[in-house]
């Protein structure tokens, strides 16, 4: 199963349905935050997509969780936008709060900074921000050989 990974669209509807449409057979799509309104109105045209979202900081107002988990096929995500654990600063409290959740793969945003890393059964991955000039996405790939993350340049 393939899950398109989303964060800091800051208002860009124009990018994140171009995130949308270059990952068809992505059945989930997460966003990690900064961008709740353009991602509920983009909800509305890819109705077979599961869509899920944590607030950020930008997200004023918002009801949304700060944290949010998935599983699929054994696989738990732990995601969130990151400002509540610090991230610019370090990985740490965002690696310690994935892990005593059992997560095997840890999404977050926030730096708008891409990052793949793994650390001891952790998948680590910031798709970095939807908007701007280098603006990039990322996958999870879940497949019976294991996680496969990766980051993509916003075509």
């Known amino acids: 199963m393939r899950i398109l990974v989303l964060s800091d669209s800051h208002g860009d509807d124009s990018a994140l349905r171009r995130a949308l449409l270059s990952q068809p057979k992505a ?7 900064d961008g709740e309104v353009e991602f509920q109105r983009a909800r509305a045209s890819f109705p077979e997509k599961m869509f899920l979202q944590v607030r950020g900081n930008c997200d004023w107002g918002s009801d949304l969780p700060v944290t949010g988990t998935y599983e699929v096929d054994g696989v738990k995500i732990f995601y969130t936008h990151g400002h509540a654990y610090g ?14 959740q059992g997560a095997q793969v840890l999404l977050y945003g926030h730096t708008h900074k891409a990052l793949m890393d793994y650390d001891d059964g952790l998948h680590i991955l910031n798709p970095g921000a ?4 280098q603006a990039s996405y990322g996958t999870v790939d879940v497949t019976p050989q294991g996680v496969v993350t990766n980051v ?3 075509p």
């Open 27 to 33: 059945e989930v799509v997460i966003h990690l935050g």
């Open 152 to 154: 993509v340049k916003l």
């Open 87 to 100: 991230v610019k600063s370090g990985l740490y409290n965002a690696v310690c709060a994935a892990r005593e």
């Open 130 to 133: 939807l908007s701007g000039w």
